[in-house]
C-alpha cells in the first residue's frame, strides 16, 4: 500500500525538474515577496493597516488597502480592498465620486473599520460621503459635519485603559480637526498642514494617559513643520508640542513638514520607554538639531538617527511613512524601525526608498522599491501576519507609487518577510524545500498550514505546490 508521503510525491515528480528561482537581496531570511496569486492594484495605495475582525475568533485578520485604484489583483474594488493572504475581496463595491487622492484607515472597536477621504458615497450607501464605517458587512454612516476632504483618522483613548469610550478622530483638508464620542461630531480647532495625527503613550504601560498629537507644517502661513498637542476633550486649544519647530529646505515647497509619526519601543518588553519617531521633509529638528528627514523624541529631546534620510545631490530626503515591525513576533529580536519615502540615502548607506533603523545603524532592506517611471514614493507602511497567532512571523507591507520590489514586478503594494515555500530559509525555492514540506506535512508541522486554520491537510498540499511553481 502506498503511504501519504509517496502518493504525494508521486503527483508531484514535476517539481523534480523545476529550477530554483531566488529570491533576491535578503536579511535574515526575509525578503521582498514575488507578487504572486494578483497581489498587487492598479494605482496608488495610500493606506493599509490590518484587522482581525472577529479578534480570538477562528476568522483570519485580513490586510486592508486604500487609495487612488480600481482594481485589486484584478478584481474590482473602488479604492478600497481587503486581501486574506489568499485572494482579493470588494468592500461593498468600494468608493465612489472622489479623485482617490486621499485615503485614510483606522480601526475604532465601537463600530469596526473606518475609511475617511476624498469619497461622495461608501457602498452606495447615503450619508456615507468623506467618512463611513465598515462592519465586514456593509457600509453604515457616521453623521459627518465637518468641513472639507478627510485625509487622516484615528482612534484615541483619553484614559486608556479607564472607563472612558476612545474616541474616533478625523483631521481634514480644511485645516480643523474633529472628535466623534459616537453621537456627535466636535469641532476641535484648527491644526495647519493636511494634519498627520497619533495617539502616544509615553510610558507604554505605565499609569500615566496617552496623548493626542497632530503633525503637519505652517505653510501657507510660514515654513515650518511643526507638532502639536492637543488639550483634550472636548477643548479647542492646541498647544506647540515637542520644544520647538522643524526648518530646512526640504524637496517639497515651503520649507518643512511633519509627514509621519509613530510610536517606536526599542527594546520590546525590556525596561525602555517608547519613543516618537517623527519623519518628513525638514533638516532640523525642534532645539536646532541637525537632522535629516528623521528624528527621535525620547521624553527630554529630540535626536538624529545618524545622518538620517538624503536624495541625490541635493541632499534633501522624504520621509511618508513609518513603522515599527517585529520580525519575530515574540522571538528574542527588538522592533526594527522602518521608513519608507523618497530617498536615496539611509545614513550615508546606499537604498531605494526604504530603509531599516535597528538602533544604530541604517541598512536597505534589500533591493528596495522602485519604478520605470519619473518617480516612486512608499506612502504606507504596516504590519500583517496572516495566521494571526500561528507559528508564521508577521509581514511588513508596503504601499505607494512604485513597480517593483527589489526589481521585480509588484505593482503599487509589496510584502517583506519569510517566503512560505523557501522552508529552508535559504534564499531559494527549490527541490529541498519540497523535501523539507514532505517532512512537515508528514509530522502535521503548523509551518505548513498555509490555511491557517490550525489543520494540516491536502488543501495545504496545493498551496505549497502554487506558491513553489510561483517561486514563494
Same mark, same amino acid.
Given at each position: 500500500?502506498?503511504?501519504?508521503?509517496?502518493?504525494?510525491?508521486?503527483?508531484?515528480?514535476?517539481?523534480?525538474?523545476?529550477?530554483?528561482?531566488?529570491?533576491?537581496?535578503?536579511?535574515? +531570511?526575509?525578503?521582498?515577496?514575488?507578487?504572486?496569486?494578483?497581489?498587487?492594484?492598479?494605482?496608488?495605495?495610500?493606506?493599509?493597516?490590518?484587522?482581525? *475582525?472577529?479578534?480570538?475568533?477562528?476568522?483570519?485578520?485580513?490586510?486592508?488597502?486604500?487609495?487612488?485604484?480600481?482594481?485589486?489583483?484584478? =478584481? $474590482?474594488?473602488?479604492?478600497? @480592498?481587503?486581501? #486574506?493572504?489568499?485572494?482579493?475581496?470588494?468592500?461593498?463595491?468600494?468608493?465612489?465620486?472622489?479623485?482617490?487622492?486621499?485615503?485614510?484607515?483606522?480601526?475604532?472597536? &465601537?463600530? +469596526?473599520?473606518?475609511?475617511?477621504?476624498?469619497?461622495?458615497?461608501?457602498?452606495? *450607501?447615503?450619508?456615507?460621503?468623506? =467618512?463611513?464605517?465598515?462592519?465586514?458587512?456593509?457600509?453604515?454612516?457616521?453623521?459627518?459635519?465637518?468641513?472639507?476632504?478627510?485625509?487622516?483618522?484615528?482612534? /484615541? #483613548? $483619553?484614559?486608556?485603559?479607564?472607563? *472612558?469610550?476612545?474616541?474616533?478622530?478625523? +483631521?481634514?483638508?480644511?485645516?480643523?480637526?474633529?472628535?466623534?464620542? *459616537?453621537?456627535?461630531?466636535?469641532?476641535?480647532?484648527?491644526? /495647519?498642514?493636511?494634519?498627520?495625527?497619533?495617539?502616544?503613550?509615553?510610558?507604554?504601560?505605565?499609569?500615566?494617559?496617552?496623548?493626542?498629537?497632530?503633525?503637519?507644517?505652517?505653510? &501657507?502661513?510660514?515654513?515650518?513643520?511643526? =507638532?502639536?498637542?492637543? @488639550? !483634550? $476633550?472636548?477643548?479647542?486649544?492646541?498647544?506647540?508640542? !515637542?520644544?520647538?519647530? /522643524?526648518?530646512?529646505?526640504?524637496?517639497?515647497?515651503?520649507?518643512?513638514?511633519?509627514?509621519?509619526?509613530?510610536?517606536?519601543?526599542?527594546? +520590546? #518588553?525590556?525596561?525602555?520607554?517608547?519613543v516618537l519617531v517623527a519623519a518628513g521633509a525638514f533638516n532640523r529638528a525642534p532645539g536646532d538639531v541637525p537632522a535629516n528627514s528623521i528624528a527621535i523624541w525620547d521624553g527630554v529631546g529630540w535626536s538624529?538617527?545618524?545622518?538620517?534620510?538624503?536624495?541625490? &545631490?541635493?541632499? @534633501?530626503?522624504?520621509?511618508?511613512?513609518?513603522?515599527?515591525?517585529?520580525?519575530?513576533?515574540?522571538?528574542?529580536?527588538?522592533?526594527?524601525?522602518?521608513?519608507?519615502?523618497?530617498?536615496?540615502? @539611509?545614513?550615508?548607506?546606499?537604498?531605494?526608498?526604504?530603509?531599516?533603523?535597528?538602533?544604530?545603524?541604517?541598512? &536597505?532592506?534589500?533591493?528596495?522599491?522602485?519604478?520605470?517611471? $519619473?518617480?516612486?514614493?512608499?506612502?504606507?507602511?504596516?504590519?500583517?501576519?496572516?495566521?494571526?497567532?500561528?507559528?508564521?512571523?508577521?509581514?511588513?507591507?508596503?504601499?505607494?507609487?512604485?513597480?517593483?520590489?527589489?526589481?521585480?514586478?509588484?505593482?503599487?503594494?509589496?510584502?517583506?518577510? /519569510?517566503?512560505?515555500?523557501?522552508?529552508?530559509?535559504?534564499?531559494?525555492?527549490?527541490?529541498?524545500?519540497?523535501?523539507?514540506?514532505?517532512?512537515?506535512?508528514?509530522?502535521?508541522?503548523?509551518?505548513?498550514?498555509?490555511?491557517?486554520?490550525?489543520?494540516?491537510?491536502f488543501a495545504d498540499y496545493l498551496e505549497f505546490l502554487n506558491r513553489y511553481e510561483a517561486g514563494c
Amino acid at each position: 500500500m502506498m503511504t501519504e508521503r509517496t502518493q504525494l510525491s508521486t503527483v508531484t515528480m514535476m517539481l523534480l525538474a523545476a529550477s530554483a528561482t531566488a529570491l533576491g537581496q535578503g536579511i535574515g +531570511g526575509r525578503y521582498w515577496l514575488p507578487a504572486t496569486g494578483g497581489f498587487g492594484t492598479d494605482g496608488t495605495v495610500l493606506t493599509a493597516i490590518a484587522w482581525d *475582525q472577529d479578534g480570538d475568533g477562528p476568522a483570519r485578520p485580513a490586510l486592508y488597502v486604500g487609495g487612488g485604484f480600481d482594481q485589486a489583483g484584478g =478584481i $474590482p474594488v473602488g479604492g478600497i @480592498a481587503s486581501w #486574506d493572504g489568499r485572494g482579493w475581496s470588494s468592500l461593498g463595491g468600494g468608493m465612489s465620486g472622489g479623485a482617490g487622492w486621499r485615503c485614510s484607515l483606522t480601526i475604532y472597536p &465601537p463600530v +469596526g473599520l473606518v475609511a475617511g477621504g476624498d469619497f461622495s458615497s461608501a457602498g452606495g *450607501q447615503p450619508g456615507t460621503a468623506r =467618512i463611513a464605517a465598515w462592519d465586514g458587512v456593509a457600509w453604515s454612516p457616521l453623521g459627518w459635519t465637518g468641513v472639507g476632504d478627510v485625509t487622516d483618522v484615528t482612534t /484615541f #483613548d $483619553p484614559d486608556g485603559d479607564g472607563p *472612558q469610550p476612545p474616541l474616533l478622530m478625523a +483631521g481634514t483638508s480644511a485645516d480643523p480637526i474633529y472628535a466623534w464620542d *459616537q453621537i456627535t461630531w466636535h469641532f476641535l480647532g484648527p491644526v /495647519f498642514g493636511f494634519p498627520e495625527m497619533i495617539s502616544f503613550d509615553s510610558d507604554g504601560d505605565g499609569p500615566a494617559s496617552p496623548i493626542l498629537l497632530a503633525g503637519g507644517s505652517s505653510w &501657507p502661513f510660514g515654513v515650518s513643520g511643526l =507638532i502639536e498637542r492637543w @488639550a !483634550g $476633550p472636548f477643548s479647542e486649544w492646541w498647544q506647540l508640542w !515637542g520644544g520647538g519647530v /522643524f526648518t530646512g529646505d526640504g524637496p517639497l515647497e515651503p520649507g518643512a513638514e511633519v509627514d509621519a509619526m509613530t510610536t517606536w519601543d526599542r527594546d +520590546g #518588553d525590556g525596561p525602555a520607554s517608547p519613543v516618537l519617531v517623527a519623519a518628513g521633509a525638514f533638516n532640523r529638528a525642534p532645539g536646532d538639531v541637525p537632522a535629516n528627514s528623521i528624528a527621535i523624541w525620547d521624553g527630554v529631546g529630540w535626536s538624529a538617527l545618524g545622518d538620517g534620510l538624503t536624495e541625490g &545631490p541635493s541632499g @534633501a530626503g522624504l520621509a511618508l511613512a513609518l513603522t515599527s515591525f517585529d520580525p519575530d513576533d515574540d522571538g528574542p529580536q527588538h522592533p526594527l524601525l522602518i521608513v519608507g519615502g523618497y530617498f536615496d540615502r @539611509a545614513g550615508g548607506v546606499p537604498v531605494n526608498n526604504i530603509a531599516v533603523w535597528d538602533g544604530g545603524s541604517w541598512s &536597505p532592506l534589500g533591493g528596495g522599491l522602485t519604478s520605470d517611471g $519619473p518617480y516612486t514614493l512608499v506612502r504606507t507602511l504596516t504590519t500583517y501576519d496572516p495566521d494571526g497567532p500561528g507559528p508564521r512571523p508577521p509581514w511588513l507591507v508596503a504601499g505607494g507609487d512604485f513597480e517593483l520590489a527589489d526589481g521585480r514586478a509588484s505593482p503599487y503594494l509589496a510584502l517583506w518577510g /519569510f517566503c512560505p515555500a523557501d522552508l529552508t530559509e535559504d534564499g531559494l525555492v527549490d527541490f529541498s524545500d519540497y523535501l523539507e514540506f514532505l517532512n512537515a506535512y508528514e509530522v502535521r508541522d503548523l509551518r505548513v498550514d498555509y490555511a491557517g486554520d490550525g489543520l494540516v491537510e491536502f488543501a495545504d498540499y496545493l498551496e505549497f505546490l502554487n506558491r513553489y511553481e510561483a517561486g514563494c
